[in-house]
């Protein structure tokens, strides 16, 4: 069973920039990874997709804002967020396991606990 710990989260003003990462306990590189955010009261958003290509997939809603990528390892996801606004407050999740098929991945099998990010 794979164990996901995300860290990286915190308290930033609008306008901020965090960078959020991900460990996974064992090796996780040939399936796709991606991050979700879940507000209190909301449902579990998307944000963004990598696959094993370095295809990546992101919601419109941080698109050109967030990136993803593996450049810390092939166990490791991180998420660059840039010009953060409050309406990004969650907690963020790390998700991996996935598989890949028409342009996004799915089926995701391992979750994190999650960090919280808070955008004032």
């Known amino acids: 069973h794979v164990q996901l710990v995300e860290s990286g989260g915190g308290s930033v003003q609008a306008g901020g920039s965090l960078t959020l990462s991900c460990v996974a306990s064992?090796?996780?590189?040939?399936?796709?990874m991606g991050w979700f955010r879940q507000a209190p009261g909301k449902e579990r958003e998307w944000l963004a997709d990598t696959n094993s290509d370095d295809k990546t997939m992101y919601a419109d809603t941080v698109k050109g804002r967030f990136t993803i990528s593996q450049t810390g390892g092939p166990n490791t996801l991180d998420l660059q967020m840039n010009s953060l606004k409050p309406e990004d407050t969650a907690m963020y999740y790390c998700a991996a396991g996935g598989i890949w098929w028409q342009g996004r991945c799915h089926e995701y099998k391992y979750w994190g606990q999650g960090t919280q990010v808070t955008v004032s």
């Open positions: 064992e090796y996780t590189r040939d399936y796709c």
